[in-house]
């Protein structure tokens, strides 16, 4: 889902362009907000690359909402 009529909002996982790399999409959890930009962590603390190493993302860098369907196994 996009964010064309609503603001991300902390907590949300959210589907953004990687910093980085603006070819590459990353998944992220939004943790902090000022004004236009967003503070985002991956759930994996250890792992992660997110913004504790590339710092705030601005609004325009966020896709959309992130979900899941997920098909049970049968």
Known sequence: MSYLFSRPKVGQL???KDPRDSSRLILKRITGARDS????EGDNKEESTDSRKFGW???TAILGKAFVIH???A
Do not use: E, H, I
Not at 37 to 40: G, H, L, P, Q
């Open 71 to 73: 098909k049970g196994m």
């Open 14 to 16: 959210v589907v953004l």
């Open 37 to 40: 930009f967003f503070w985002v």
């Open 57 to 59: 993302v601005p609004k």
